[in-house]
């Protein structure tokens, strides 16, 4: 199915799920139909993996990285340094005190983009700024961080220092080769809990 028949389908679904349990009193701080349609369409709404991965091993202190899964497959699998908000709990009171920070960035993530997207809709509709969405959710970061594949010999510059870049964060959250590939043989049965490793890995092995 066309990929972005599937996001206009998740854009519909947050709209509808928007106007039933938003608060009367927030209405009118939504932006007009058509920037908010504008905001959709923008790229830069979307921060990568990667860029996300580099603010969290330098541990970026206005970063408020947000899964929006269930509780039962936060704990499961999660991205280190991330909290959980269900999509369901995001006009909860004490969801919305770590929303309005206005000088925070908060990221949203789910397993794919469906979720977060409805998630980043529902809160721009709200009017609330600094949002965004983890572009390809765990699934894109467990492929692009825990589990990077070596470009080959003749690949550029570029392409050998982010397989570099992506080796070490690796090395940082799980520690060693071993841990990973513990950490990914249990994640696939949705039973792991990753916590973070204080020690910094060498760009030169493998993770």
């Known amino acids: 199915m066309n990929k972005r028949y599937l996001l206009l389908a998740g854009i519909i679904i947050a709209l509808g799920v928007g106007i039933l349990f938003m608060p009367a009193k927030d209405t009118a701080k939504q932006p007009k139909p058509e920037l908010l349609l504008a905001a959709i369409d923008d790229p830069s709404r979307f921060l990568s993996t990667d860029d996300i991965t580099d603010r969290l091993v330098k541990k970026n202190p206005a970063l408020i990285l947000i899964d929006v899964r269930p509780e039962s497959q936060f704990k499961a699998f999660s991205i280190p340094g991330a909290i959980n908000i269900p999509s369901d709990s995001l006009l909860s009171a004490s ?14 993530y789910s397993n794919a983009d469906v979720t977060s997207d409805q998630a980043w809709i529902i809160c721009k ?6 949002i965004y969405v983890m572009q390809g959710g765990v699934n894109r970061w467990f492929s692009t961080i825990v589990k990077a594949e070596k470009p080959a010999e003749t690949a550029t510059t570029k392409a050998l220092e982010l397989y570099q870049f992506r ?3 690796c090395q940082h959250f ?13 994640a696939a049965k949705k039973t792991v809990n990753v916590v973070k490793k204080s020690s910094g890995g060498k760009s030169g092995g493998g993770c």
């Open 167 to 169: 080796i070490a964060a």
């Open 95 to 108: 969801a919305l005190e770590i929303l309005n920070q206005k000088e925070m960035d908060k990221v949203f």
């Open 174 to 186: 799980f520690g060693s080769p071993e841990m990973a590939a513990k950490t990914e043989t249990v």
């Open 125 to 130: 509709r709200l009017g609330l700024q600094r």
